[in-house]
């Protein structure tokens, strides 16, 4: 199954690509055996995404440019990339290592475009879905989470949720 998105904005990518997003995909789609089945309509049109900032922009086309840089040079497609990036045993591989800084920026930028100043956004191995992932600290994991769903809950009025 394949979702395309389309949009000539980096901030997208970036926002698309971050924590807050796999948090809500994880939390709010339906799954095919143990896989996630990427659903637009319970996921992607029921995310509350933050505006567009020039931080997203900027980390969004880091991110393209250097994963495919990478990619390129390592001969890896995305899932074993991410498969690297999210094995704790992979330390000191300096691609490995700017990819995870990347999407620690993501996160940063994302949480700062949501205007969550007050949180903390630290990333490590933990344990999360019985697996061990390169991930957010597991309580900015739940707070990330309630206030995505808190943002969800907002009068339809909202810009942020498409409508007036």
Known sequence: KLGVFATNLYADQAILSSSAHYLWVVKYTSTMRSDINYSPSDV?????RPHSTDRLEAIGRVLDE????IMLRSGLGLTKLYNRVNDSDVRGDTDIDRLREIHAEVDSATVAAYGWEDLAVRHGFYAYR????WSLDPA???EVLDRLL???????RDPRRGSD
Do not use: K, S
């Open 44 to 48: 992607f049109e029921t995310f509350p």
């Open 66 to 69: 250097e994963r495919q840089e």
């Open 130 to 133: 019985q697996l061990q992932r």
């Open 140 to 142: 900015v994991r739940v």
């Open 150 to 156: 808190n943002l969800n809950q907002r009068p339809a």
